[in-house]
């Protein structure tokens, strides 16, 4: 593998999970493929998961790493072509990612929409041009549109923890004071859309998600009808689509709360974190029995080091 952008650089989803889930049993069996490798994470955006667990992977396959948190140590990029650069940018990714390809052999790069211009967050500029100009194989640490490392986790865990052959995955709207990116729920509706699971997806009105990412979906504004008999139950907020990035008040009640966990077939309770308690998510489930967030942020590594691996035997 050369790029993980999306599922759509995967040959095999099941056979990409099933590697993970072997790496979380032999952790170190691959060392020999990272020995006098590096691994470039370009953070242009805050991290916790991410950062510490795509590290970790890499450092298990015997890598090292390099972490640049570019927005507050870096000199300010430039992405447009043909501009006089008299302004505040200093650096054109041209140079910048050319340079980052001299050092490493595999680059991971994040970068969050901007929330204010839907073409031009959609058309992956930033990530796209990463990628053009480092001319090394790219991992994305989570884009303006997508989070395959954590939809891979994600589906790690329900891999992992399912007790039925196509269990029923509900994708929930969750409330938030602030407008979030539509990356996680994206990116998480494509890999269960072409998972073996039974996938709904729950949203109040005006939160509908691009078309591209929800074929093969169910679709529902019914919250209560999601959950009944539902297995796993994945809370996120997302800010619209249309109008872009905007939130659209009123729907405090849409919070996971135990009453309507209590509807569900003791549906186990995901969320790819950070997550703000008692606003998208009731405390009392996040410190539950059925949480099973901290798992899934676990899990985080063994995504991570599945899809550096197959990175790793492409440079061989
Ligand atoms: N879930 C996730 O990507 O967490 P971080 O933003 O902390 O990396």
Not at 288 to 307: C, D, I, K, M, Y
Request: glycine letters at 6%; one cysteine or more; aromatic letters at 8%.
């Amino acid at each position: 593998m050369k790029l993980f952008s999306s599922v759509h650089d995967v040959t095999d989803i099941n056979q990409l999970v099933a590697d993970a889930l072997k790496l979380k049993q032999d952790p170190y069996a691959f060392q020999h493929l990272g020995k006098n490798r590096t691994l470039g994470l370009i953070f242009l955006n805050p991290s916790l998961r991410t950062r510490l667990s795509t590290q970790k992977a890499a450092t298990n396959l015997g890598m090292n790493v390099i972490v640049m948190n570019m927005d507050k140590e870096g000199w300010a990029l430039e992405f447009n072509d043909g501009v006089i650069m008299n302004g505040t940018t200093v650096e054109h990714i041209r140079e910048a990612a050319g340079v980052m390809g001299q050092y490493v052999d595999i680059l991971g790069v994040r970068s969050f929409p901007g929330l204010k211009d839907r073409e031009l967050d959609y058309s992956e500029e930033i990530f796209n041009k990463f990628v053009k100009y480092c001319g090394i194989p790219v991992v994305s640490l989570e884009s303006a549109t997508r989070h395959p490392l954590q939809s891979l986790a994600d589906l790690v865990t329900i891999t992992e923890l399912k007790k039925t052959a196509q269990p029923k995955v509900v994708l929930t709207w969750a409330p938030h004071v602030k407008p979030l990116p539509q990356a996680v729920p994206n990116s998480f509706a494509e890999w269960m859309c072409k998972a073996d699971v039974d996938f709904v997806i729950a949203h109040p009105e005006g939160y509908e998600l691009c078309a591209d990412f929800t074929q093969g979906a169910t679709i529902t504004h019914n919250q209560t009808e999601a959950i009944a008999g539902a297995d796993f139950i994945y809370v996120k907020n997302w800010s619209a689509y249309e109008p872009y990035g905007k939130v659209i008040g009123g729907y405090d009640d849409w919070m996971l709360t135990p009453e309507k966990l209590a509807q569900s077939n003791d549906a186990k309770v995901m969320h790819c974190l950070p997550v703000r308690r008692n606003l998208e998510l009731s405390a009392e489930i996040l410190d539950g029995p059925n949480s099973l967030v901290v798992h899934e942020a676990g899990n985080r590594v063994w995504a991570a080091q599945a899809v550096l691996k197959s990175m790793l035997e492409s440079l061989q």
